[in-house]
């Protein structure tokens, strides 16, 4: 018997040894999962400001983001001192670590803390910076980075606390062995129910020593156990003695300070050769502090996991392989199952999706580090949502994945918002470079369409009066009909006033709408199950709609309604910009037609009136003027009569009096104002004709640059060169007539004017204020 109690004894101190090293691995776990999670909080704060310091000045150039983290309005430029005063004066030698590394180091991270000027908040700043040398290796400069990152701070200072609650409560449980947790040992003599216990297994249970080295009955021993624990203990005797061998169990009993302390009992049952059973000696153990210990551990795993899983719907635990699951809170899932791999990814992921969830999954266990990835994961409700998964690894006390403990939050919301935003800002793109309302009509209806996995959608010009919709083209997904073309209305329902009025429509099931229901088998027919309808007013009345059709059932958000009303916005203004461009074209055709008809009377007036003068040149001079003055009229027809572009009135006017080749023209390209079109048309056609009469263009070889360009000085101006070569030398005019006072009044008539004669030819440079010439 005595072997026996020794060999149980032996057991019990390798079965202590191992709860220690269990309780030291589990330490470890949560101290890596701590690391894990700062690890992430630093990640995700945000809020980057950049700034530049010039040494010299000791000046910074910083951004807007910069001036906000620290509080004070937003400028481009302040003095260093600005910023270190609000630093915390315990924090001041954290700071001058910017000069002790101007010696070489390619960077500088640090992090203090500063009061806000504008709110005294403190708040913890992280910074990163770079140093900048001249030639010589003198630093010259320091640039970089500063974001806000208190609340990575705040979330490290907690989980360090958690940590060392950890840490100490492991370190108990290790003393606790090392003292040596076994507190007393047993025999049950079971024949003669006689219970026989030292003097520790009496003190721990407060049982008098004396009767039990005589023995007390089993009973006695189970009366100290704490209520809640009977019926478990009862059934564990139970079973080890039917069962036979090895005992262990753990339970609660009341020592001598009244109090109930947590113990585990270890024994083994022997029997007889016929398999009776004939005593059962064991040990017993003081757990106290280990459970104590491992409430601690729990109780941080769980305020682990609460940062990490805050509003996630499912929370799992997987296999260090990833071939087993268990959900642990399964709000999205089959809660409590264990699904193995290939059903899982069959179940929950969206197969487009799985090739790129598995290589995430092999480089986080190749790694040994934190899964984390967005992807399309099927619902409760069968349908795919967007879910965030993120996983982290568990290790063993030899540094190997035990398992992996992860969550899925669903960010649905999130990716829909972002896919609405990006396809309206695809629409804009798209929509400003279509000239056509077809082609506006069937790009948006495709992208509002696609984001919303409708089957057909469009936009339709209203009819008020005769209650029609007139839709020129519709987008349409495959296997589904068009509706484009003329329709009635009331062939479809009875909700036109609704759509007068300014309301929106939306039906989420056509057969259980009664606005609807005495047209089912009409939409039915088209493919309609789901109908929105949003309308277009144009002060105050219906001018157009915009469609969705489905033809599934689908309940309709606020948020689907909103993007589809943005949608319809966008497009009554494209369609209205088409039609104004239309009817501009219109117009400008009409005036064009009657400003000639008008320039051609006077011509035909002014023939007639001066057909008796003996000298024509004047009235040949006359009527060229008038052409140059329709050629510009016709350039400004163009743009509307807003602008003009220079180069086209340049070669307009110069090409009525000689071929272009003649000219060297050269300029950046210019918009002009309307006044400024008509001044260069006539102030060209004068020079040009004084070029044919007695300058370059009288000869053969003659040439003319024709040149232009806006000098950046304080007013900027424009200016225009003239410069004639390869004609006779230029002369003076010795009268001043209506070309010659032309001339001289430049570019709309400021007369900044520089004219030259000389032997080479004729050169002349006309300036202006750019605001008088360049259209705004």
Request: one cysteine or more; proline letters at 4%.
């Amino acid at each position: 018997m005595a072997r026996d109690r020794a060999e149980a004894v032996e057991k019990r101190e390798a079965q202590a040894s191992a709860l220690a090293r269990a309780a030291v691995s589990e330490a470890q776990n949560v101290s890596l999962r701590i690391n894990d999670q700062r690890s992430r909080s630093a990640q995700e704060a945000g809020g980057v400001g950049t700034f530049e310091l010039i040494v010299a000045s000791s000046m910074m150039q910083v951004s807007a983001e910069f001036c906000r983290l620290y509080g004070v309005a937003v400028a481009p430029l302040y003095s260093a001192a600005t910023f270190e005063a609000l630093v915390l004066p315990e924090d001041a030698n954290v700071r001058s670590r910017d000069a002790s590394r101007e010696d070489g180091s390619a960077a500088l991270d640090v992090e203090y803390r500063i009061h806000r000027a504008d709110d005294g908040e403190l708040r913890w700043i992280a910074r990163r910076a770079s140093f900048a040398r001249d030639e010589h290796g003198t630093v010259v400069g320091m640039f970089g980075t500063v974001r806000d990152v208190t609340e990575r701070r705040k979330v490290q200072d907690a989980l360090h606390a958690s940590e060392a609650l950890a840490r100490e409560n492991v370190q108990r449980v290790q003393l606790a062995l090392a003292a040596g947790a076994i507190i007393g040992t047993w025999n049950w003599d079971i024949p003669s129910d006689r219970f026989t216990i030292d003097e520790a297994f009496a003190q721990a249970f407060g049982l008098d020593p004396a009767l039990g080295r005589k023995g007390i009955p089993l009973a006695q021993i189970v009366a100290t156990v704490h209520p809640d624990d009977k019926r478990g203990l009862s059934t564990a005797i139970t079973t080890a003695i039917l069962r036979g061998g090895a005992y262990a169990h753990q339970y609660r009993v009341r020592r001598t300070d009244g109090r109930y302390y947590w113990i585990e009992a270890n024994g083994r049952v022997d029997r007889a050769e016929d398999g009776t059973p004939l005593s059962f000696p064991g040990v017993l153990l003081d757990i106290e502090e280990r459970r104590t210990a491992q409430a601690a551990l729990t109780a941080s795993e769980n305020r682990l996991r609460a940062l990490m899983t805050a509003g996630a719907q499912s929370v799992y635990r997987m296999s260090p392989d990833w071939q087993e699951m268990r959900q642990l809170d399964g709000r999205g899932f089959l809660a409590d199952t264990v699904v193995p791999s290939v059903h899982w990814l069959d179940l929950y992921i969206d197969p487009p999706d799985r090739p790129e969830v598995m290589a995430a999954i092999d480089d986080a266990i190749r790694r040994k580090g934190t899964f984390e990835l967005e992807h399309r994961m099927r619902r409760a409700d069968g349908s795919f949502g967007w879910m965030l998964s993120r996983a982290v690894p568990l290790f063993e006390e030899h540094g190997e994945i035990a398992e992996w403990f992860g969550a899925a939050s669903d960010v649905t919301a999130r990716r829909t918002a972002e896919a609405r935003q990006a396809a309206l800002v695809e629409m804009g793109d798209q929509l400003r470079d279509l000239g056509t309302v077809p082609t506006i009509v069937h790009a948006a209806a495709g992208i509002v369409a696609r984001v919303l996995g409708a089957t057909r959608a469009g936009y339709g010009l209203v009819d008020v009066a005769r209650e029609t919709v007139e839709i020129p083209s519709d987008w349409c997904a495959p296997g589904i009909t068009s509706v484009a073309g003329l329709h009635d209305f009331r062939d479809y329902g009875s909700y036109i006033e609704d759509l007068r009025r300014g309301a929106a429509v939306l039906i989420g099931d056509v057969e259980r709408d009664p606005r609807t229901q005495n047209s089912v088998a009409m939409l039915l027919a088209i493919g309609v199950r789901t109908l929105i309808n949003v309308p277009v007013m144009e002060r105050g009345r219906l001018v157009g709609i915009g469609f969705i059709h489905s033809d599934r059932p689908h309940a309709l958000s606020a948020e689907e309604l909103a993007f589809v009303r943005a949608v319809a916005d966008r497009i009554q203004v494209a369609v209205a910009r088409v039609q104004a461009e239309a009817q501009q074209v219109l117009l400008n055709g009409e005036l064009s037609h009657r400003l000639k008809n008008t320039l051609s009377m006077v011509q035909g007036i002014a023939s007639q009136t001066l057909r008796s003068v003996p000298d024509q040149a004047p009235v040949q001079a006359f009527t060229q003027r008038l052409v140059a003055l329709s050629q510009a009229h016709d350039v400004l027809l163009q743009d509307s009569w807003t602008s003009a572009p220079m180069r086209a009135v340049v070669d307009r006017v110069l090409a009525v009096q000689a071929p272009l080749e003649r000219f060297r023209i050269d300029g950046p390209n210019l918009s002009l104002a309307p006044q400024a079109t008509l001044s260069l048309s006539m102030l060209l056609h004068e020079l040009t004709t004084n070029a044919v009469k007695y300058g370059a263009l009288s000869t053969e070889a003659g040439t003319i640059s024709v040149a232009w360009r806006v000098e950046d000085d304080d007013d900027r101006t424009a200016v225009l060169t003239w410069r004639e070569r390869g004609g006779p030398p230029a002369q003076a005019p010795t009268r001043r007539g209506f070309g010659t006072r032309l001339i001289q009044f430049g570019l709309v008539g400021t007369r900044d004017t520089r004219l030259s004669y000389s032997s080479l030819g004729f050169d002349a440079e006309f300036r202006a204020p750019s605001s008088e010439v360049v259209a705004s």
